[in-house]
């Protein structure tokens, strides 16, 4: 297992690498196609909150949370904050704040885990903070394309359909690539899950 992140220190230091200031596409074209209901929303590890804006901006009533307390600070002295609420959050140790939520959102928060229960717990804190039928999107470094040495860390779809049962249904896992702004191609897993209605349900026996 490798050392967990300091986020706070990352934080604190400024090294932000995934920190672009800019939406990611992705939540982009999930709103545009209109993958999540509009309501409340979570956002999972927001960082400075620059896809929580997106989210609020679009007309969702947003919900932020980081385990940072600095990412917390950066994100409400935000120059236009768009009535974003940020709270601190352990995602692993803690029950959710508020909810339930109709959606939930992570970007390259889930995939930070190595171990299969720490994921298995991170779904089920989801799952928790979501009313039935209600979705998580995660974006999640994929184990797909070209080999690197750094980056994001890699899940394969495994890693992924194993964390999220038995509490939530998959509705897609879909492969893709975005280019960083040092031009190189990194591989990500776009992963729409829902709350289950009913337990997910053994082989049948013949």
């Not at 620059?50 to 679009?58: E, K, W």
């Not at 995602?91 to 995939?111: I, K």
Request: negative net charge; hydrophobic residues 35%; aromatic residues 8%.
């Amino acid at each position: 297992m490798t050392t967990p992140t300091n986020w706070e220190e990352r934080y604190q230091t400024n090294d932000l690498p995934w920190d672009t200031g800019s939406p990611d596409p992705r939540f982009q074209e999930a709103i545009q196609k209109e993958w999540l209901p509009k309501g409340r929303l979570l956002d999972i590890g927001c960082g400075t909150g620059t896809n929580a804006r997106l989210f609020a901006s679009a007309g969702f009533d947003v919900t932020a949370v980081d385990i940072s307390p600095k990412a917390i600070e950066m994100a409400k002295t935000h120059p236009n904050p768009d009535g974003v609420r940020y709270e601190l959050w352990d995602v692993l140790t803690q029950s959710p704040p508020g909810g339930p939520f109709d959606a939930v959102v992570d970007r390259g928060c889930f995939h930070v885990f190595d171990s299969d229960t720490e994921r298995t717990r991170f779904a089920a804190r989801v799952a928790e903070s979501l009313r039935m039928g209600g979705v998580w999107l995660s974006l999640i470094g994929s184990t797909e394309g070209p080999a690197r040495d750094e980056g994001p860390p890699r899940r394969n779809a495994t890693e992924v359909l194993q964390a999220i049962e038995p509490e939530l249904e998959l509705v897609s896992l879909r492969a893709g690539e975005m280019t960083n702004p040092e031009g190189e191609i990194r591989a990500w897993w776009t992963c729409l899950s829902r709350k289950r209605r009913t337990p997910a349900q053994p082989s049948s026996e013949r």
